[in-house]
């Protein structure tokens, strides 16, 4: 066997050269609790205090298994309530994007698996200010399934391809093996030999999803679906919008996008301290 000979580079700078790595994230999300208003004129603390006490009780009852998922719509709810119940939830670190015939924004509040989901109508009017205790809001998943199909689109190789044919025949095995027990099966794009024909054909058969999910949580990470059932676009960028991690994932919900129940479970206990300092605030008025 002839013998190779591997050049090797030290990994000491030299004086005219220094080692580049690639910007990470810098900055992580930690749970801070909202600022509270002070009770007063235009501030109804007791309004929303009741209406997160009744909140709480569902969401009790759902976390112990012997309740639907708790949701409550906030529609026609009194100004003055609304606003200190948008001010105390605030704005968390995912929110949401459905293609369907009606707007619908989703965000999730600072406390974790809590969201606001809002239908519009076609004339920009509100329909639903729905408050809910979820994994990931129930719609995500169900327009995602039901806008996707069960095979991959058969389009016509370009030239040029090269390993995008193997991909393909993965991922629709991956697909006919998916289910709501079967674990995620994570194709890294990052590190395949792909070429451009293989991404742009990649591309082509995939797009198409009713879908978008961005949390910040760590970074920036972008879920998005795809135009195959249970197949999930997953990049994350560091502060610099630079792609640094890009997957394919073939599962109901990708991980990343779903509050853990752990995650729930210390949510309802910090919004049973919220509640009752909210009380305590009224109390002091």
Known sequence: ??????????????????????????????????RLS??????????????LETFLQHFAGWL????????????GLAADSLRVLNETLGEGEVAATVDTDHEIRIQETVFSGVW????????????????????????V??????RAASKLRDFELPPGAMNVPALIHELQEAMDRSGPDTPAHVINLTLLPL???DT???DRVLDGGSVVILSRGFGNCRISSTAARNVWRVQYFNNMQTLILNTIEVIEMPEVAVAASEDL?????????????????IAAA
């Open 1 to 34: 066997m002839p013998s190779v000979t591997i050049p090797i580079r030290s990994l000491s700078a030299g004086p005219e050269e220094s080692i580049e790595y690639m910007p990470m994230p810098r900055e992580m999300s930690t749970f801070e609790m909202p």
């Open 38 to 51: 002070e009770p007063g004129p235009g501030n109804d603390v007791a309004g929303a205090r009741d209406v």
């Open 64 to 75: 112990a298994g012997a309740g639907d998922l708790p949701v409550l719509d906030l529609k």
């Open 116 to 139: 606001r989901e809002q239908h519009f109508e076609a004339g920009g009017a509100l329909r639903h200010d729905y408050l809910l205790a979820a994994p990931v809001p129930p719609v």
């Open 141 to 146: 998943g169900r327009l995602a399934r039901e």
């Open 195 to 197: 070429s451009p024909e």
């Open 200 to 202: 742009v054909h990649i």
């Open 265 to 281: 479970a210390e949510t309802h206990e910090r919004l049973t301290d919220l509640v009752q300092w909210m009380s305590e605030s």
